[in-house]
Every structure is written in C-alpha cells, then in structure tokens.
C-alpha cells in the first residue's frame, strides 16, 4: 500500500519522473521480499524433513 500512497501523491504533485522511479526502488524491495520469503520457506521445509528422521 506505501507503494500506492507515494506513487499517486508524487502523480497528483505532477512529478512523474519521480513517480516513475519511487515505483521502480519500492517494486524492487517488494520482489527482494518475496523472493526472501520462498527461501525460508524452502529451508524450513529441509530442517523439517531432518527432524522427522
């Protein structure tokens, strides 16, 4: 929702280049997020598995 609420006031202040790159920097943070998570998921699923046996 940050990305949303930043992106459409710098559009409202007219300031589209900045627009532009606030959704590039937080698009990249929200990717790097998730792509975090599905490897701890991964890792948690592996020591699962170790402890089961």
Same mark, same amino acid.
């Given at each position: 929702m940050t990305v949303v609420g930043v992106t459409t006031y710098l559009l409202y202040l007219?300031? %589209?280049?900045?627009?532009?790159?606030?959704?590039?920097? %937080?698009g990249k943070l929200i990717i790097f997020h998730f792509v975090m998570e599905h490897f701890d998921k991964q890792n948690l699923k592996k020591i699962q598995n170790i402890l089961k046996h």
């Open positions: 007219d300031e %589209f280049i900045l627009a532009l790159i606030s959704t590039i920097v %937080f």
